[in-house]
């Protein structure tokens, strides 16, 4: 599989994977009983999407979970600041940081 490709589905999966765990968390905290259900339905109906779209492939999925964090970390920012209005702080960014550089470690040695 094409670098580009995989890059493309690992960054659909995070997208799934946090906007589904964003979906579960507007429906922890909605108001209504409907509301809630409808945002753990959706919620879980986009996991699912991640779970399919990220173990579709042939792949080792062990051999990616690394590069496939970098991806999850940098939507679930995203999202967190986008959606719920959250700024990251120093030891976030920080952490952060890490975590892409480990993410490019392993990138780097699976070549």
């Not at 579709?56 to 959606?83: E, H, R």
Request: glycine share 14%.
């Amino acid at each position: 599989m094409s670098a580009p490709l995989t890059t493309l589905i690992l960054f659909v999966a995070a997208l799934l994977e946090a906007g589904g765990d964003a979906l579960i968390r507007n429906g922890l905290h909605a108001t209504t009983r409907p509301a809630r259900f409808l945002f753990f339905l959706l919620g879980a109906s986009v996991l699912f999407g991640y779970g399919f779209v990220v173990n579709s492939p042939s792949w080792k999925f062990g051999d990616l979970l690394g590069v496939y964090v970098v991806f999850f970390f940098i939507t679930a920012q995203l999202i967190s600041y986008f959606v719920f209005g959250t700024t990251p702080g120093k030891p976030l960014l920080l952490g952060g940081t890490l975590i892409v550089i480990g993410g490019v470690i392993i990138s780097i040695g699976n070549q």
